[in-house]
């Protein structure tokens, strides 16, 4: 629940204007912003002015952070919340780092009884104790064009929305017991037919990492939502529905709306 402070601060930020300059960097960032409707666009700018005010962004491997970065990262997580009701806003992200390139990072794995441990090269990575981690190359690249197929922000963000239950398992907050015993039908269905394909060497359309986990399924496929809607919505309607039921927003009708006019 939120305190009387907090909602008259957030309030007076949807109030505000959003400096020219950040519409602009929306965009020139966002691709999928510039598809939507006054509507939605005003309210992913009040979005995006809230998480500028309570995230807070730090610079590593020396970057330093510019209001290119911070509005162009805030604004592609905020496309996620722009339906959501009642959104908190990442209530438990506090921090977001940002790297100029792909980092190292120690990783650690079990093989049965033994632990493996490896550096590995990552485009970002989210955390249960509120901090996200970028690489801003990687997120300016996937930010040009709509459709392009890969976002490492959706991604993140995907399992921050995906923890905020307590458990990342590829189960967001879905409200009624009914909307589970869906999600856990289809997307179960969808998670274990990508497995059984890479297992059968066959081709996939979904990216093969989905099948990692089904929080990374989770993660993945609402990259594919926003950045390929037609095809998913074509090649997987059923998974499509689920989320365009959980996002509160149809990208597949929004891209083909523009297209026409």
């Known amino acids: 629940m939120f305190s009387f402070s907090k909602k008259a601060r957030r309030s007076g930020l949807r109030a505000q204007a959003m400096p020219g300059a950040w519409q602009s960097i929306i965009d020139r960032n966002v691709s999928y912003a510039t598809l939507l409707d006054a509507d939605d666009r005003r309210e992913l700018e009040a979005l995006v002015r809230i998480f500028l005010a309570e995230k807070r962004f730090e610079g590593c491997g020396g970057l330093s952070i510019t209001d290119e970065v911070r509005v162009t990262i805030a604004a592609q997580a905020c496309l996620l919340l722009l339906r959501i009701p009642k959104s908190d806003v990442y209530p438990d992200l506090d921090t977001i780092l940002v790297y100029p390139h792909a980092y190292r990072a120690h990783a650690e ?130 998974l499509y529905a689920e989320l365009s039921a959980f996002y509160r927003q149809d990208p597949a009708r929004v891209v083909a709306r523009r297209a026409v006019g």
């Open 109 to 238: 794995r079990r093989a049965g009884s033994v632990a493996l441990t490896s550096d590995e090269a990552r485009l970002g990575e989210s955390w249960e104790g509120g901090v996200v981690v970028l690489a801003w190359d990687h997120v300016n690249a996937s930010s040009h064009p709509v459709q392009g197929g890969h976002n490492v922000v959706l991604h993140e963000f995907a399992h921050q929305l995906d923890a905020e239950d307590g458990a990342v398992d590829g189960a967001p907050q879905l409200g009624a017991r009914e909307r589970y015993t869906a999600w856990a039908r289809v997307l179960g269905a969808e998670y274990a037919d990508l497995t059984k394909s890479l297992r059968e060497r066959r081709a996939t359309d979904v990216d093969p990492y989905g099948a990692t986990s089904p929080a990374e399924f989770f993660a993945v496929v609402t990259e594919m939502f926003f950045e390929k809607p037609k095809q998913l919505a074509v090649k997987h309607p059923g």
